[in-house]
């Protein structure tokens, strides 16, 4: 056995030998974890759609109102990062959320470098068309 700073331990055995970790305890880790992103999860979505019921419900017709005045910029730029915080944290919450969920069920979904670039690109182009939206108006 050889153990790294006390955080990672590695262990060899003969061949055939039992494993020392079972489906149960993944299974486990994963209740565990699922159970540890599940509030911030939801906490963070359901900032997410209150911030952009407010956002077109509330802040933008009374932008249109303002007609481009200094305070309706800053107003605008204030609600570009809220917005742009609260979705960051929707994705960095609920995405681990919803993976330990599918390994829970079984459902294995290969993650790689180009699937995150994807869900990143798509929000940033989402909040990208935001400000762009914003600005324009």
Known sequence: MVSIERQIHLFKAAPGT????????????????????????????VGLVVSLALLFGVIQPWLK???????GM??????????????????FTTLPWIAYRMRLTGLRVPMSRLVFG????ICGG????????????
Not at 74 to 91: K, L
């Open 118 to 121: 994807v869900v990143f690109a």
């Open 126 to 137: 989402l909040l990208g068309y935001l400000l762009a939206m914003m600005l324009a108006s």
């Open 74 to 91: 800053i107003v605008e730029i204030t609600t570009v990062i809220i917005v742009g915080v609260i979705t960051t944290m929707s994705i």
């Open 18 to 45: 039992a494993s020392i970790f079972s489906p149960a305890d993944a299974t486990t880790k994963y209740r565990r974890a699922a159970r540890m992103f599940a509030k911030p999860a939801l906490w963070s979505i």
């Open 65 to 71: 109102a303002l007609q481009n005045t200094t305070l």
